[in-house]
């Protein structure tokens, strides 16, 4: 008799996901899917309320990046107030803007992979679950956790400075930014006491990167063969090629590295991509029209960005670019454990900025605010930590919003989230009589390393936990497992 | 009783844009403006939309501390109890539990304040930033509650 396995909850992620797998009477994979089974109803709710409370508004979306919507919304009302794109507004009002959107990058990043990723590194993916979380890594890695923490609470606190506080910041108004950083800020993040200081930031940044690479050298298997599989990569890059996490124009490229999407006005984004729904998960599924929706997804996220950028302008990150490149022979990596790669060298992007931006003077003086002539439809793109976020509003002659449509980097991860759980699950559950939680966790592991916010994509209401299930060729329930 | 003024943290967590769910910050702010008032330089708050990984480092520094939550459980207005590390991880992950935090703290930090869970018992959780009326009765009890709780620990430590 056939198998269908449902992995829910699936853990280290957030939000509810469900994955089916359905095994034939041999054992065999027939079909896997990761279902998104929350309610969507955002883009609904904001209609009727003001443009200008937006970017105070959809961060309530999800408490894992709010500032990502904050930032993303911010942009797309900029158009609206008429301060254009990203280019208009002051130098004190970008930089702030900047400087927060690093800020999260930073503790993001850090939290995914020292939190959620380092477990399965360092004790193994089919390890004693029970010992398999940051406590484990406390008591046998002491310096690595306290990097952890430390890291996080360091990017928390250039939030606090830029956005004026952890929760619902207000530092991204319509036009730029509403505060200046003060002298006592800046002092503090650059050289504040208790590790709390830039420079000890960077050199953890490098430390998490050796560390990778050491593990990357002695577990080949894990990190390159995992789940490759042929993907298109997009993101946002800067007119000259360059990482830009928070603006620029849209860039995507095949699985071989063939410029597929030419740096096009992301202000044009609805003529390149759409999105395509299926019956069975409230998340979409979003494609580039050109390619059509069979072959037209692309993965988003850190691997995508070091696949399209070319290079990297601050000198250290740019370095381990180098070397990222280079491992991958000038071509893009279509490995998702490269994600914790990108991902590091991000975070090491991130502080170096964060280093540049607090030593620029015009953080603490100047203008803060573009005004122009009014818009009825404003678009803002951002790389979020996981990967390019969209926010696309119209407003009526009462500056009430009439559409807003979100499609937010787990969104656009699904076909490729989708793929990897596939290509694990073939390979660890193919002919096995019993599934084992090593092997439940060798997928959750496939989808985690593209850090997913399940809630943020489908726009939730509530927090809602994850299965597995094993069903027979008639959908017959034989067992279900709830991981937790 | 032992000399030394207690450094004391009031942390609340949750979301004020969604109703009740924003009793902990609300509790927390209370409490702000009441020792701001006072002077109370060893008395703290913080909030957030949940606890994180960070706040480990941050309970570090305390020698006691409340945690305080919106709670859907059939309490009587709000609860006050001790609260007990644990290191179980939660499903999430991106979040975690206030005695995970403890237990996070005491493993890498090699400090563990005595700390207590201050739940308030909240009922509606949609899109908006007003507290349901019940639920500010509540907040206000339970403020009360944790005001005279600092003052007790206060008078002892003199």
């Given amino acids: 008799m056939g198998q269908k396995i449902t992995i829910e909850p699936v853990t280290r992620v957030e939000g509810h996901g469900k994955v089916t797998i359905h095994l034939d009477n041999e054992g065999n994979i027939e079909q896997t899917r990761l279902h998104i089974v929350e309610f969507r109803g955002f883009e609904r709710f904001v209609q009727g309320r003001p443009f200008w409370e937006m970017p105070v508004l959809v961060q309530r979306l999800c408490g894992i990046c709010p500032v990502s919507h904050h930032l993303a919304a911010a942009k797309a009302v900029d158009m609206i107030v008429g301060a254009g794109t990203g280019e208009g507004l002051t130098p004190t009002g970008e930089k702030m803007r900047r400087l927060m959107h690093y800020g999260q990058i930073f503790q993001s990043h850090a939290l995914h992979f020292f939190h959620l990723a380092s477990p399965d590194l360092l004790f193994g993916i089919d390890s004693d679950p029970v010992k398999r979380n940051i406590i484990n890594v406390a008591i046998q890695h002491r310096d690595l956790a306290v990097q952890g923490v430390m890291m996080r609470k360091y990017g928390q606190e250039v939030i606090k400075a830029t956005a004026g506080k952890k929760i619902h910041g207000t530092g991204a108004i319509p036009g730029g930014i509403n505060k200046h950083l003060s002298e006592e800020e800046r002092d503090y993040l650059l050289h504040g006491d208790d590790y709390m200081n830039i420079d000890k930031m960077i050199s953890w940044s490098q430390d998490a990167l050796e560390f990778f690479k050491g593990y990357h050298k002695k577990n080949k298997a894990v990190i390159d063969d995992f789940a490759e599989f042929p993907t298109s990569h997009l993101s946002l890059v800067r007119k000259d090629g360059a990482l830009d996490l928070y603006h620029g124009v849209l860039r995507a490229v095949d699985a071989d590295g063939k410029k597929i999407l030419h740096d096009v006005d992301y202000q044009e984004y609805f003529r390149y991509i759409d999105e395509e729904v299926r019956s069975w998960s409230y998340m979409k599924f979003p494609y580039l029209k050109e390619i059509g929706k069979k072959n037209g997804w692309y993965t988003v996220g850190p691997l995508a960005r070091m696949n399209t950028a070319e290079f990297i302008d601050t000198p250290l990150a740019q370095k381990e670019c180098e070397v990222f490149k280079q491992y991958n022979k000038g071509k893009p990596s279509n490995k998702p454990m490269h994600h914790h790669w990108g991902r590091l060298i991000e975070i090491l992007h991130a502080a170096e900025k964060i280093k540049q931006l607090l030593n620029d003077t015009d953080l603490m003086e100047g203008e803060l605010v573009t005004r122009g002539t009014k818009q009825y439809e404003g678009i803002g793109l951002i790389e979020a930590p996981r990967g390019t976020l969209f926010h696309h509003y119209k407003v009526g002659e009462d500056d009430m919003i009439t559409m807003a449509n979100l499609i937010v980097s787990t969104t656009n991860n699904n076909q490729p989230m989708n793929e990897a759980v596939n290509q694990v699950a073939k390979r660890v559950m193919t002919g096995k009589i019993e599934i084992t939680e090593g092997m439940m966790n060798a997928v959750e592991v496939a989808i985690r390393a593209y850090d997913p916010c399940l809630s943020c994509a489908t726009h939730a209401l509530g927090q809602m936990p994850l299965e597995f299930e094993i069903l027979d060729t008639d959908n017959n329930l034989i067992e279900r497992k709830f991981k937790g | ?158």
């Fill in chain 2, 1 to 158: 009783m032992t000399g030394k003024i207690p450094k004391i943290l009031v942390y609340g967590y949750g979301n004020p844009g969604r109703q009740d769910d924003g009793l902990g910050v609300l509790l927390a702010e209370e409490i702000e403006k009441w020792t701001s008032a006072r002077q109370f330089d060893h008395v703290h708050t913080d909030s957030n939309y949940q606890l994180n990984l960070e706040d480990a480092a941050g309970i570090a520094h305390y020698d006691l501390v409340i945690f305080a939550d919106a709670s859907r459980e059939d309490i009587e207005h709000f609860s006050l109890v001790p609260l007990e590390p644990s290191e179980v991880v939660e499903f999430t992950m991106h979040a975690v539990s206030p005695a995970f935090i403890l237990h996070l703290c005491s493993q890498v930090f090699d400090h563990m304040p005595r700390a207590y869970l201050l739940h308030i018992r909240g009922y509606e959780w949609e899109f908006m930033g007003q507290l349901t009326e019940t639920a500010r009765k509540n907040l206000n009890l339970a403020t009360e509650r944790v005001k005279n709780f600092i003052l007790d620990t206060l008078v002892l430590s003199d």
